[in-house]
């Protein structure tokens, strides 16, 4: 190439790399016809000087004749060492390929490209170890695409990996296939899988080192425990790109003990205890202890390990009582055992289960036909010797001082009974998993409390009304996430109205689900003051913020925050008042018109504080439908909000359909299987009272208005058919007005409503709330509402923007 050399340690170039060699083309005569930089540059001879010269001119000791011969008589090509002279008279020793040139016609020229004969020498010696690496060498080399398919491994990886081999492949640099190069054409192993998709992700090489389990039965002076060392790396062509992953093994054949049982503890490192689930966790330490421990292996959970009931000490009557959660043997399909998973399992005070679990301490001993504790247990006895068992040992899972169970192993087809060595290893797997296992039952009860919180404070089934017919969907995270804080309500309200709230406590867990309870309880108080939605949402924000200092001096290290939307349906005015605190704002499905997100101001999240709300009123017509949602449901496809919000019109697009279809639709269209955040949303469709279910008078403020709308109110109940309710309504009717008419100020009206209860309403322009009191025995007063009060189911004051209504329920006759 004209380089004289590469530094010691680095990979040599290919000398004869057509990117800047020295290059010649010799004609049919032997003249030279072409000489390239690279030429001149090695031999230092200039184009002009030597073109149209005789080849052999060049050579130390050549011959012109001789050397054009020699040209002739190539028919494929040559590879060799010549002498040639430089232009400063020194000989140079160089490596030549000569490859001849035919053209149409048949006249031959030749191509000669060379090179220093040390550099040459060089490349071989490296593609000789490079060879020798991959044809002789134990350690097995692969090299996986971006899809991590095998294109190439040697012969030694594909012993390895159980690959067929597919026929001769090519070498990645295009050179004739080695006989132990091979294509392989079998599956990529899970554990390679997924190491080389970590190195592909993050460009980073890995190595790992992997205990494979000695052969099934081999006594122990025979048996050779295996460790597969494995070493991942990215390939990259010369731009940088990844092209694939060149994988790296090598099998450490190990008779040491010791390093057979650091392997085995460093496997179950990576293998026990990768999720939360209780289950799981029991059954990841089975797969390590068989085969490689035992022939069989058994867990026993006490009954209680879901809870904090723990026993300590001896059982009461004498009997250990377990459940068994796995079950593991070395032969598939066969069971060796009497008790099934999750069946009871009874040990007597004999056995050494019973033992180990009083105790704390493992047991080992031997199993033949006069085993003491096997004689009051005929099936058990007859099940062991039919398959041979000779050695047993039984060893506590005991974590944070609470022993949580025990683990049974058994050895039939090894035929060495269980050591010291194997005790301490046995007691150090088992101290892992127990860890794990505590773990997973920790979090498993704090997820179960607060699900069971959190559904508790959620109403259990929505309450009917008049104006609104709903339905709803809570779903809670998947056990990873845990319990979050969403919420929903539907709160009937005075005047026929009735209130539709979903929130959002940020968080998950106990603390979420309780602040949750605190908030909605909160909502409940409020919307009984009848308060407009923004000022609602207000003295939400001041709770909020008051819980979070209290949560802040406590030291409890959190901060409360939350979502909400809060709206108000009056199916008398057919309209919708909406405020929300961070919260998306509601969709309504109209029939006439396609979903729309209605304008609604974007408050800010409760527990900033300082900042105002704002309402929006909404004109609906009956038969609408309203959704209200948590951010969840838009967001759990693909955490896009604008692509959730169109899948949300679609879901909605036909709002005649039953709300429980709909419903069904939306969980469809819009969750995966296993939501990241809890989800819940309330779907609602309109109802109106019309004319002839309210009737409303002006009332004039003096005394003898009283009289006529006594008048007024008896005629009106006398069209609905409620003459039996007459006497209480205008009892009711008389004091409200009378109350109005003394303390406070024109116009006032009044307003009965016939729905689910008959509805007195009486409005004036006074913002002086009444309150209840209790007059006394000479008082010629103040008995007016106190009167309301024992004859009407409920009633109140909400105000109004010019003033305030007074309120009372009375029930309907036959109810």
Known sequence: MGVSGAPSGAQPVDPFDTTSPAVAVVDADGLIAHWSRGARDLLGHRARDVLRRPAGSLLADGDDDAVLARLRSIERGWDGVVTVRHRAGHAVRL???????????????????????????????????????????????????????????????????????GGEGAPADGSPAAAGDRCGTGP??????????????????????????????????????????????????????????????????????????????NAAGE??????DLGRTVRELAEVLVPQVADFVTVDLLDVVRTDEFRTGEPADGTAMLRRAVRLSIQEGRPETIVAVGEPAHYPARYPQYRCLTTGRPLCEAIGAGTPWLADDPRRRQQLIQLGVHAHLVVPLRARGITMGVVTLLRWRNPDPFDEDDLLLVEELVARAAVCVDNARRFDREHQAALTLQTSLLPPALPGHTAVEVA??????????????????????????????VGDVVGHGLHAAASMGRLRAAVH?????????????????????????????????????????YAVYDPIARKIVVSRAGHPAPVIARLSEPVEFPDIPAGPPLGLGGLPFESAEVTVEEGSVIALYTDGLIEASDRDVDVGMERLCFTLAH????????????????????????????????HVLGSGLVASWDVATEPSAVHVARENVTEQLSRWGMEESAFTTELIVSELLTNAIRHACGPIGLRLIHEHALICEVSDASNTSPHLRRAGSTDEGGRGLFLVAQIAQRWGTRYTGSGKVIWAELQLPGA
């Open 655 to 686: 709002p005649d359909r039953p709300l429980e279809e709909i419903c069904d639709v939306m969980v469809r269209t819009l969750l995966p299987v296993r939501p990241r955040d809890d989800v819940a949303f309330l779907v609602a469709r309109t």
């Open 95 to 165: 490596a030549v390929r000569v490859c001849p040139l035919v053209a149409a016609d048949g006249e031959r020229d030749w191509l000669v490209v060379g090179c220093h004969a040390a550099d040459r020498r060089r490349r071989e010696g490296y593609e000789a170890v490079a060879r020798a690496l991959l044809e002789q060498s134990p350690i097995g080399v692969g090299v996986l695409d971006r899809r991590l398919r095998y294109r190439w491994m040697n012969r030694a990886l594909a012993t390895m990996e159980g690959c067929s081999a």
């Open 271 to 276: 293998h026990i205890g990768t999720t939360l």
């Open 188 to 265: 990529v192993s899970p554990v390679v899988t997924r190491q080389a998709r970590q190195v592909l992700a993050s460009g980073r090489s890995q190595v790992t080192l992997e205990h494979t389990p000695p052969r099934r039965g081999t006594p122990r002076r025979g048996r050779a425990g295996h460790s597969r060392l494995r070493s991942f790396f990215p390939l990259r062509d010369r731009a940088g790109r990844t092209l694939g992953i060149c994988y790296a093994a090598l099998d450490l054949t190990g008779r040491d003990p010791a390093r057979e049982r650091l392997a085995l503890l």
């Open 525 to 565: 108080t409020l919307a009984d003051l009848d308060l407009p939605p923004d000022e609602l949402l207000a003295h939400v924000d001041d709770l909020v913020l008051r819980l979070s200092d209290e949560a802040e001096a406590a030291d409890r290290g959190t901060v409360i925050g939350a979502t909400c939307v």
């Open 472 to 501: 709803h969907r809570y779903l809670p995270a998947d056990a990873e996430a845990g319990v979050g804080g969403d919420w929903f309500d539907v709160i009937p309200l005075s005047g026929a109205r009735v209130a539709l709230v």
